[in-house]
């Protein structure tokens, strides 16, 4: 099981090879080939999966008071657009259409309160304009339009 903080959810929606490090980068890609595969996502609090490669930087934003914000953000609008209550110790799959309809809102800019201020949010942006071209997480051979990939 992938464990995911609630901000990452919205990271793996425009995730194309793209991060801070390429260490962080090669355990993006591990993750992103986990969940195209099926694999289900625990949601917890704090430092998860995607940061583990980032964590003995003195510079690592994992723990600061500002992301665990971001994650609440994040959580809270993907609960009213899935119609589910996510916390930590839940349990997500992103098969089902979910993965469509997290992108569906996030192009529509309906889920995106915890990307302010963030450095990558313009980046995400382009992406989401680009019918997510190119992002590593695809489930059930399934783009943004529903057409099969």
């Not at 959580?75 to 098969?95: F, M, Q, T, Y």
Request: proline share 3%; with cysteine.
């Amino acid at each position: 099981m992938v464990r995911l903080r609630g901000h990452h959810l919205l990271c793996l929606l425009t995730f194309v090879g793209e991060g801070y490090t390429p260490a962080f980068t090669g355990n993006f890609r591990l993750i992103a080939a986990r969940l195209s595969a099926g694999e289900e996502i625990e949601i917890v609090e704090g430092p998860d999966d995607i940061c583990a490669p980032m964590l003995d930087q003195p510079e690592a934003h994992c723990r600061n008071s500002d992301i665990r914000k971001r994650d609440a953000w994040a959580l809270a609008a993907i609960d009213e657009r899935l119609g589910i209550s996510l916390k930590p110790g839940s349990v997500l799959d992103l098969g089902g259409g979910r993965l469509v309809a997290l992108r569906s809102a996030f192009a529509a800019g309906l889920i995106r309160a915890a990307c302010n201020e963030c450095e990558w949010s313009e980046f995400c942006t382009r992406i989401a304009r680009c019918s997510f071209e190119g992002t590593l997480v695809q489930t059930e051979s399934v783009g943004l339009s529903g057409k099969r990939l």
